[in-house]
């Protein structure tokens, strides 16, 4: 979906594309999309800059969806425990097998899905005010995206309303409104690039030249390096997961960390299922920290071609996107350290940017 059309950039976007927050150069307008999974209806509201009056933004409670990610994670899961406990001894066959990824896969998703939605933060309920009328904003479900992308709309609504009340009061100095504006661009938010954000790709892409060793070369040594460059790379992940929702980062970027996350969860699921089933074969690789070490350092013998290429496109896909990842943080700290010494603010990098890539 693009973010940029026209004369207008989008700030926010909901689940699925459901509904959307767009800047414009003297409104905003908001797609208010109905469905199921997919839009079926969208409604296309105007808001110009002098006519509102207020954001309110309003804490709300997520209990409740985190209750039903983590039914979603523990149910599956004990399905797939319970057919490894009724199964008869042996090599799994590929109809367990297929139950065991379905159970497990599931899982994943629900687990996924619950260090999401812990990680984007407290939601809330965010309304826009004008005289007229106060409509809910349903893409400003998150308190610290809310509070960007207000950042983001205020300047240019004081900016609108100023020039506003200049028009009626001719006696007014239309050097205000210049020096309002600067003032406002002092409180507009800065982008930053997080010295976690290359380390977390540095680490993974460390890790994944690892584990596509190991595939080729059966050693232990090779195998515990990668178990612990995997161990130090997911703390470093959420952990800059976290910051980066929580203070102004570039979106690129973002979306390359959630990307990794998703990567790295499908290649800790099926390296769970694997070991799962290999385990079940030869009780030995349960036997301390050597026995899952063995395992893993013989995908190959021990989870037949079908692992071994599973294993083999996983770690290929991790690498790419740590890659990527490393190529857009050098870009962004370039752009970023540029645009603060040209003292521009955080919108105006997202605007460049945007000019940029058209």
């Known amino acids: 979906m693009k973010t940029e059309f026209a004369n207008y950039r989008r700030i926010a976007k909901g689940a699925a594309g459901m509904s959307s927050l767009w800047q414009g150069p003297d409104h905003l307008v908001y797609v208010r999309g109905s469905g199921i999974l997919l839009p079926f209806s969208e409604d296309y509201l105007r808001f110009r800059y002098r006519d509102i009056q207020a954001f309110t933004v309003r804490r709300t409670g997520r209990i409740v969806m985190s209750l039903l990610w983590g039914l979603l994670a523990v149910v599956p899961a004990a399905f797939g425990f319970l ?10 066959g590929p109809v367990a097998l297929f139950f065991l990824a379905s159970f497990f896969g599931s899982s994943l998703l629900g687990v996924l899905g619950l260090v999401r939605h812990l990680i984007l933060g407290p939601t809330c309920r965010c309304e826009i005010m004008t005289s007229l009328k106060r409509e ?12 960007e992308a207000i950042a983001l709309m205020e300047g240019p609504i004081r900016e609108a309303q100023a ?10 100095d239309p050097r205000d409104s210049l020096a309002r504006r600067e003032r406002e661009k002092e409180r507009d938010f800065a982008l930053r690039v997080s010295p976690l954000v290359p380390a977390t790709f540095g680490v993974f892409t460390l890790f994944a030249f690892a584990g596509l060793v190991t595939l080729v070369l059966e050693s232990l040594v090779i195998t515990g390096l990668g178990f ?19 203070v102004p980062t570039p979106d690129p970027l973002r979306a390359s960390l959630w990307a990794l996350l998703g990567s790295v969860f499908v290649l800790f699921g099926t390296g769970a299922v694997f070991f799962v089933v290999a385990a079940s074969e030869n009780p030995e690789y349960t036997i ?3 026995g899952p070490l063995e395992a893993f350092s013989a995908v190959m013998v021990a989870g037949g071609a079908f692992f071994f290429w599973l294993h083999l496109a996983l770690l290929v896909t991790t690498l790419l996107v740590s890659l990527a990842g ?7 700290r370039e752009r970023v350290a540029a645009a603060r010494e040209d ?3 955080g919108a105006e990098v997202i605007a460049g940017d945007a000019d940029s890539d058209e």
């Open 288 to 290: 301390g920290i050597l």
């Open 136 to 147: 809910n904003l349903r893409p400003l479900n998150r308190l610290h995206r809310a509070h």
């Open 326 to 332: 490393l190529i857009q943080t050098a870009r962004w």
């Open 83 to 92: 057919i490894l406990a009724v199964r008869d001894p042996g090599p799994v």
């Open 228 to 246: 612990a460059l995997f161990s130090v790379g997911a703390l470093l992940l959420l952990a800059t997961l976290i910051l980066s929702v929580r």
């Open 163 to 172: 020039r506003e009340r200049i028009g009626e009061d001719r006696g007014g």
């Open 343 to 345: 003292g521009q603010s």
